[in-house]
């Protein structure tokens, strides 16, 4: 009887999958990151993802799941929430990206981050950059109208420490903040006829 001779099976690296760079392919592409123009040359299917953390160094967008299931990619794209890793960057030519490294003014957080600080609503830290570039979205969209809305809105966001009470907190404490000052001046009723006139 024969013996398998079938050798040990190979797992490509993510290297081998996918070719080095070809010049050949590349399109110019330009992108406004965090305020700063760049003209970048990319290979069609590059996504968004890829782009800013293997080109632009930014790595402070996280690489989870890289099939649009955990939000840590999350980015803003003129201002509006995105899955970094779903999104080709070259469909984004011309847009205004927004990752965690543009989001504090020198050495002042911007209000989300302060909110996750005060709130400590990480514990790792590794889903925190997708979950202040979401809140921000979501703050911005002003479609919660409840904690149960923040986290059914903040749903596509995991985080693998179950840090999501604090998050929700963070995030909520702004969204009542936020309803405050939208909250239209009730004029003030005259308590008397004299007050009136
Ligand atoms: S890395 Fe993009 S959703 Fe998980
Ligand atoms: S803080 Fe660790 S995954 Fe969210």
Redesign the pocket.
């Known amino acids: 009887m024969q013996t398998s001779t079938n050798p040990p099976r190979h797992t490509p690296s993510r290297s081998e999958l996918q070719p080095a760079p070809n010049v050949a392919d590349a399109v110019p592409l330009s992108l406004i990151v965090n305020g700063a123009e760049h003209a970048l040359n990319v290979e069609p299917w590059t996504s968004l993802l890829d782009l800013l953390r293997e080109q632009l160094h930014l790595f402070g967008t996280k690489k989870g799941c890289d099939h649009g299931q955990c939000g840590a990619c999350t980015v803003l794209v003129n201002g509006t929430r995105i899955n970094a890793c779903l999104a080709l960057a070259l469909v984004h030519d011309g847009a205004h990206i927004t990752t965690i490294e543009g989001l504090a003014q020198g050495q002042n957080l911007h209000p989300v981050q302060q909110a996750f600080v005060d709130h400590d609503a990480?514990?790792?830290?590794?889903?925190?950059p997708g979950?202040i570039c979401s809140a921000i979205g979501l703050l911005a969209e002003g479609h919660a109208q409840s904690r149960d809305d923040v986290r059914e809105q903040m749903s596509g966001n995991?985080?693998?420490?179950g840090?999501y009470v604090n998050i929700a907190d963070a995030v909520e404490s702004l969204r009542c903040a936020q309803m405050q000052t939208r909250q239209p001046q009730q004029p003030s009723r005259p308590d008397t006829e004299e007050d009136a006139r």
């Open positions: 990480f514990q790792c830290g590794y889903c925190t979950q995991l985080c693998r420490c840090a």
